[in-house]
């Protein structure tokens, strides 16, 4: 019997199989949970999992098509079935048949046992998990009256063992958990054996170097594979940590390092153009303030011409001047040139009387007689920029302006003549002034030439004993 076959394979190995005390059909098995007693009784039957001959029979004998047919009954005639009602004797019989031949089908016909079908799902389940990663979550409850915040312990070590959990811890620890190949570990711990740049080989000399130098114990080396238990991979991770943190600081200290030179040299870039936008800024403002002084000097002399100024008809007062010119020409051929005695009795007869450079009954301290122009410029000499004179000029009827420009000796002089309708004018600018004085007075302000460096600023007067105005206070001599 089944029972006598299992005590007879299984009765030596007294750690997992016990056999019981008597002939009873019984024997026990020690799970990782703990020992279980199995019954034979039905063992057979019940792995074979098919139905008694006598209900299939009886099936088979159906009025209803569908239930014969699928319990293999459509050989069965139904009107013989029919006619076998009326009589007990032949119904009797004829099941007896079926249940005969329903028992002989079941002979012939050869089954998968419920043991067999487990052990092939089982072996389908294996394949499936082999071909996947698998993760598996264990409920445990901590109590049985759904209380919060109550753990039975006792109830909680029997649900671990039932469901192998504690079997699976032991044997993670007597056992060599982390199995990683040759390449696999040398790759990730080499530096514990090797320096950065080396290039060791994945074989087992290796490993056991790595291993030995980190000092492991308790490992084995196989032939494809490094055989380690659960704590040496959080020793060798111990180990190795200070590797990478240190390579994070190097890292680092290199970008920060990087970052400072391109800050740097942001920083230089940034002065460079903020340089040259300053160089740029401060010439366009000396560009626009020399363009808003000229633009100014400009409005000004538009502001200072006559209203006239656009309709008057210049070439006619041109050609009067020359005509003016050309009989003063004349004049001085006819008398042999403009000596010196005539320009004193022109002035004293001619701008005297208009009150020209005079102060009441003095002359203006700027005023100056008949004087060449090398006389003039010694009296400029080593003057302040702005110092001026203005005298009577030697070969015309008119008048000489002398400036001292700059402070370094630089003079100028302008040429005063007089229109024929008698207005004062600079020769080269179109401002006409009514007196000298005028003139003069306007030249304070604004500069006899815009691009002169200054204006009219203070006036030389005599020096010495000497002073050439005094020709013009003595009386005319008369003509013989």
């Known amino acids: 019997s089944l029972v006598e076959k299992l005590h007879q394979h299984f009765a030596n190995q007294p750690k997992h199989y016990e056999r019981p005390k008597g002939n009873a059909n019984k024997f026990s098995i020690f799970h990782y949970a703990g020992k279980v007693l199995y019954t034979v009784d039905g063992f057979l039957d019940k792995n074979r999992d098919t139905l008694p001959s006598d209900v299939v029979g009886a099936f088979r004998m159906s009025e209803n098509a569908l239930v014969r047919t699928l319990f293999g009954g459509g050989q069965e005639d139904p009107k013989a079935a029919k006619k076998a009602k009326k009589g007990k004797t032949s119904l009797k019989k004829r099941l007896q048949q079926s249940m005969k031949r329903a028992a002989n089908d079941n002979d012939k016909t050869k089954k998968t046992t419920v043991a067999g079908e487990f052990k092939s799902s089982l072996a389908v389940l294996m394949l499936e998990m082999s071909e996947a990663s698998p993760h598996f979550v264990r409920c445990v409850k901590p109590n049985m009256d759904k209380l919060p915040s109550h753990f039975d312990g006792d109830l909680v070590t029997k649900q671990l063992r039932y469901t192998g959990m504690l079997e699976t811890t032991r044997i993670r620890k007597e056992g060599y958990s982390y199995r ?240 024929p309708d008698g207005q004062y004018q600079v020769v080269g600018n179109r401002k006409l002034f009514p007196s000298l004085n005028e003139l003069v007075a306007y030249h304070y302000v604004h500069k006899v030439v815009a691009t002169d460096p200054v204006a009219l600023v203070a006036p030389c007067g005599q020096k010495g004993e000497h002073n050439d105005t005094a020709e013009f206070l003595e009386p005319n001599k008369k003509k013989k």
């Open 180 to 419: 990683p190949t040759f390449a696999d570990f040398v790759d990730r711990y080499k530096l514990l054996g090797f320096g950065v740049a080396a290039k060791p080989p994945p074989s087992d000399g290796t490993c056991r170097r790595i291993l030995e130098k980190a000092g492991i114990e308790g490992f084995q080396i196989g032939r494809t594979k490094v055989f380690l238990r659960y704590f040496h991979v959080d020793q060798l991770n111990d180990l190795l940590r200070p590797i990478p943190m240190a390579a994070i600081v190097l890292q680092k200290v290199l970008r920060a390092n990087a970052k400072r030179k391109k800050h740097a040299r942001l920083v230089a870039e940034a002065a460079r153009q903020r340089s040259v936008w300053e160089l740029f800024v401060e010439k366009m403002n000396r560009t626009m303030a020399d363009t808003y002084q000229i633009q100014t000097t400009l409005v000004e002399k538009d502001a200072e011409l006559p209203k006239d100024h656009f309709t008057r008809d210049y070439k006619a007062e041109a050609k009067n001047l020359k005509k003016f010119n050309e009989s003063i020409k004349k004049q001085i051929k006819k008398e042999g040139g403009i000596s010196r005695a005539a320009s004193v009795r022109w002035f004293k007869e001619v701008e005297m009387k208009k009150g020209a450079g005079m102060k009441g009954t003095n002359f203006e301290e700027w005023f100056h007689g008949v004087i060449t122009r090398k006389e003039s410029e010694d009296l400029l000499k080593g003057t302040a920029a702005g110092t001026f004179l203005v005298r009577v000029a030697e070969s015309r009827f008119g008048y000489s302006l002398s400036h001292c420009v700059e402070s370094t000796g630089r003079i100028k002089h302008y040429m005063i003549d007089q229109t």
